[in-house]
């Protein structure tokens, strides 16, 4: 890869090492844990609703 003159990036490993599938799996199940956190302390599904609409722009795309 250096020989090519191809840039190192630790990024890479993660692509290589954790499949796409696995990453989403992940990610989802981080979502349904911190959306049970926010309704525990007094947020409601509407709440979280509203605020997704009015900040969609404005939320980084995960890669």
Do not use: C, H
Not at 11 to 25: A, F, G, M, Y
């Amino acid at each position: 890869m250096l020989r090519t003159g191809e840039i190192w990036n630790p990024k890479d490993l993660s692509n290589i090492e954790t499949p796409v599938e696995q990453r989403e799996k992940y990610l989802k199940n981080n979502l349904k844990s911190d959306i049970k956190q926010l309704l525990s302390i007094g947020l409601t599904i509407d709440d979280l609703t509203n605020f997704i609409q009015q900040n969609a722009k404005t939320i980084p795309a995960v890669q």
